[in-house]
């Protein structure tokens, strides 16, 4: 079953500026994990912040986590061309054998 | 770092055929292993997971099978294909005592149409 929730659905911005998205989730969680998925290909796992973790960067991006919201947040800085993709978050409760998964916010980089 | 090889890429099928995708996982042993189904514009689905040869589990009842023969082999098969089957596979892999600090390495998908 699907438990996060990202939002927008959808957005779209000019390159160079920055890109954030949300994540909300429902039960609690040891990780969450965010992915990319470029146009009919497979997922690429992006970065995972622990549920001790506050935020978290890699490169452009960075991420944070409100255990107390249960929501997280992946924000691309500078965002560039290749950047147009659809991004997904996932969460790990350690209690069972899957990610549960949300349905994505498809972000479109403008030239 | 590990890698899965997935194939074939595109697969246009009558309804009634048979269906058999195949995962090869290389650069680690003993991973767990999924098959996911993705709907076009949605999230993913959980169909199948194994944690070993021969040790399958199914999430969502349907017309779909999975086995693994070996250890870095996962099949996804079907005896007759629906059209409902139409959609986006995936192939992911993780090893158990990776979990807690490392994301699922995926394959690139295959594309199956059925008609």
């Known amino acids: 079953s699907q438990q996060g929730e990202e939002d927008p659905q959808a957005l779209s911005i000019q390159e160079g500026e920055n890109a954030t998205m949300n994540c909300s989730y429902k039960?609690?969680?040891?990780?969450l994990q965010w992915y990319r998925q470029n146009s009919g290909r497979g997922l690429v796992h992006l970065i995972l912040?622990?549920?001790n973790e506050r935020e978290k960067h890699s490169g452009r991006l960075r991420v944070t986590l409100d255990t107390s919201k249960k929501s997280s947040s992946l924000l691309i800085t500078a965002s560039r061309a290749a950047d147009t993709a659809s991004y997904f978050c996932?969460?790990?409760?350690?209690?069972?054998?899957?990610?549960?998964w949300g349905a994505g916010t498809k972000l479109i980089i403008k030239p | 770092s590990q890698t899965i090889h997935q194939w074939p890429a595109t697969l246009v099928q009558p309804v009634g055929s048979p269906l058999s995708l195949e995962c090869t996982v290389e650069?680690?042993?003993?991973?767990?292993l999924y098959w996911y189904r993705q709907a076009a514009g949605r999230g993913l689905q959980l169909l199948f997971y194994?944690?070993?040869?021969?040790?399958i589990s199914s999430e969502v009842p349907q017309n779909l099978s999975a086995s693994r023969p070996q250890d870095r082999q996962f099949i996804l098969s079907s005896k007759k294909l629906l059209l409902s089957d139409s959609g986006f596979y995936l192939c992911?892999?993780?090893?158990?005592?990776?979990?807690?600090?490392?994301?699922?390495?995926f394959g690139s998908g295959t594309r199956l149409t059925v008609v």
């Open positions: 194994s944690v070993g040869i021969g040790q």
């Open positions: 992911a892999c993780l090893r158990w005592a990776d979990r807690p600090t490392e994301g699922y390495t």
């Open positions: 039960t609690s969680i040891n990780n």
């Open positions: 996932a969460t790990d409760a350690l209690s069972n054998y899957q990610l549960i």
């Open positions: 650069g680690t042993s003993n991973p767990n």
């Open positions: 912040i622990r549920s």
